[in-house]
């Protein structure tokens, strides 16, 4: 929240889990001064940047299952886990999100404040997926795999089926699509 003191100008984030809640409140008399004081200006363009880099989305490359490629950002951190797909109203065609453990274990995904429907397919050690599960929007609990796992790659619901890709689907990297 932006709020101004006299002759100062306080930003508060909402801090949810380590990363920025992106909902930003003005107050109404802020509104009111907004053509007659400079600082408050130069204190919206910085805000304004702040907002730039807290919405950045993950790194991206392009995965291979079944001869179709996909582009997926990646999180590969905790805090990359817990912003995930947050906040998106829509994905893409033919996008998604691959979540990259630091090594094989129990991990569950969440969705909380995720709007979409999506589904989650746990990948073993060989980037095989050996679980598919529906994720509910906005669902407040974990869903974890029944083994443990290296990745997660959520898509919107439906892809893995339209697309035929079943347990025991290979996911490659685009650049490695030609490799056994």
């Known amino acids: 929240m932006l709020t101004r003191q ?3 100008f306080v930003i508060f984030w909402n801090l949810d ?3 920025f809640d992106q909902s930003i409140y003005i107050m109404t008399d802020l509104v009111e001064n907004l053509l007659m004081d400079h600082a408050y ?3 919206l ?3 304004a940047l702040c907002l730039a880099a807290c919405e ?3 790194p991206q490359m392009e995965l291979s299952i079944n001869q179709h490629t996909l582009t997926v950002e990646i999180a590969d951190s905790a805090e990359g886990y817990i912003q995930g797909l947050r906040h998106r109203s829509s994905l893409p065609e033919n996008h998604g999100l ?3 453990l630091k090594g094989s274990s129990a991990f569950c995904v969440g969705m909380r404040d995720t709007p ?3 589904t989650a397919a746990f990948m073993d050690d060989n980037n095989v997926i050996v679980e598919l599960v529906d994720l509910q929007p906005n669902d ?3 869903t974890c795999a029944h083994e443990a796992v290296h990745s997660v790659l959520e898509m919107s619901r439906g892809w893995f089926t339209q697309h035929q890709v079943v347990i025991g689907a290979r996911v490659r990297r685009s650049s490695a699509a030609n490799q056994p």
């Open 56 to 58: 950045s989305r993950q």
């Open 98 to 100: 691959w979540l990259i």
């Open 41 to 43: 200006l130069r204190s």
């Open 6 to 8: 006299p002759g100062k």
């Open 140 to 142: 407040t609990e974990p």
């Open 17 to 19: 889990s380590l990363h």
């Open 45 to 47: 363009g910085l805000l």
């Open 116 to 118: 979409l429907p999506l």
